[in-house]
């Protein structure tokens, strides 16, 4: 058999950022300075406190045998410590909590558990690639709905349940939205409950970026919602908020039927993280968060120079509320000329060392935008703002080299 007939990698697109990636390789393999805003990885290190407490944990060899895979009880009480204080949602760290290998393999691992071949999950276009892909890898089918969170979302949803065959089984939400950083209200979300309650949908919520916020309101939890437990669960992450990326450290919670299943299915795959870890994971919840405070304050600072910036060489760009990205249209003349997000991105990367990443790899209602992580530091975002000016001043050459290109390709 051939690599090319396995059924799932079928299933899988080629990868939408390789050309953007491979390009950032060669140019960096040159000795050039590439101003990479294109992964959403902190650059940061991790507080501190968190780091002594894990070298602390790692000395003592009883922390080197097998974990459990729904992670450590001290650190499922720390989430729901966090739970109780932030959302004020009580939550059974026994059966209402699980460890997970960050946000990203919880996704994946309850797709597998609930998602029977040819099942229909309800999934926003733009999203976090997991989102969508998770539900293939388990065998099902992702029908795209709206990102933004008003009152045609309910109407997309409202027609796809009506038209999907097979019903859907569940609506997956991710506020702060990564890629658009858009955010919702509460009562976006007592109103989604009810939808879903009414279609007898699962709610499975993302809120990676539940930290990262730059208004006085910070984003709420489904989980808030009286009733919300009878149907809903919601994964979260350290990734971001302790800018602890490479620890793989996130938590599923809330209705227990759906975290008992994501724990039958982990069960199987793994033992739980480095016991360390989350021992260390647990004093990053529990301990000093004057560290969250900092790091959110960070990226507001990148966030208000890139965006200005942005807008002021004539690229017309949103302010986000929230989350570490900026999520900026296509201007329209290179729309026009026939660019999609690859190739605008590839020209940014190609004239100004700058690299973004295309939002067609966000699912295909992103094709005509590219998203800005707030991971350069303001001295080089200056520097990345000053190379795009002259990007914008010279576009018309730029377009007609592209139509030329595209015209020998033709």
């Given at each position: ?6 059924y ?29 805003f294109g ?14 407490k ?12 097998y ?7 001290g ?20 059966d ?110 993302d ?35 302790y ?42 919840l ?30 017309n ?41 295309p ?12 998203r800005f ?38």
């Amino acid at each position: 058999m051939k690599k090319d007939e396995f059924y799932t990698i079928k299933r899988l697109p080629p990868y939408v950022f390789a050309k953007v990636n491979s390009m950032k390789a060669k140019l960096r393999a040159d000795s050039e300075d590439v101003i990479d805003f294109g992964m959403g990885n902190p650059d940061q290190p991790t507080p501190q406190h968190i780091v002594d407490k894990l070298c602390e944990a790692v000395k003592n060899p009883r922390t080197h045998r097998y974990s459990v895979s729904k992670g450590i009880l001290g650190l499922r009480k720390a989430l729901s410590g966090y739970y109780e204080r932030r959302f004020d949602v009580k939550l059974n760290p026994e059966d209402e909590v699980i460890v997970t290998l960050g946000s990203k393999e919880g996704l994946a691992s309850l797709a597998k558990a609930i998602v029977a071949p040819g099942d229909t999950v309800l999934v926003p276009n733009p999203s976090y690639p997991i989102h969508a892909f998770g539900v293939l890898i388990a065998g099902g089918v992702a029908r795209k709905i709206p990102i933004e969170p008003d009152e045609n979302f309910f109407k997309v949803a409202e027609d796809a349940v009506k038209y999907s065959i097979p019903k859907p089984i569940a609506l997956i939400v991710s506020y702060p939205s990564n890629p658009t950083a858009r955010i919702a209200s509460l009562d976006f979300y007592k109103e989604l409950v009810a939808f879903c309650k009414k279609h007898e949908l699962f709610i499975i919520s993302d809120i990676a970026y539940s930290e990262i916020y730059y208004n006085d309101v910070p984003p709420p939890s489904v989980l808030q919602v009286e009733g919300a437990k009878d149907i809903a669960v919601e994964f979260y992450s350290l990734s971001k908020t302790y800018s602890m990326p490479g620890w793989r450290v996130g938590f599923g919670s809330g209705n227990k039927d759906l975290i008992a299943a994501l724990g039958r299915v982990k069960s199987y795959l793994d033992y739980g993280a480095f016991a360390p870890i989350q021992i260390a994971a647990t004093e990053a919840l529990n301990g000093p968060q004057d560290c969250v405070v900092e790091t959110r304050l960070m990226y507001k600072e990148r966030r208000d120079v890139l965006v200005k910036g942005l807008n002021e060489i004539g690229w017309n760009v949103e302010m986000p509320e929230a989350s570490m990205f900026a999520w900026a249209n296509i201007p329209k003349e290179f729309i026009d000329a026939g660019m999609n997000s690859v190739s605008f991105a590839s020209k940014l990367l190609e004239h100004c060392n700058v690299a973004v990443s295309p939002g067609g790899g966000f699912g295909e209602d992103g094709d005509s935008s590219v998203r800005f992580a707030f991971i350069e530091n303001v001295l080089r975002t200056r520097q990345a703002l000053k190379n795009m000016k002259k990007f914008f001043k010279d576009k018309d050459k730029i377009i007609q080299g592209f139509k030329e290109e595209q015209g020998k390709l033709k």
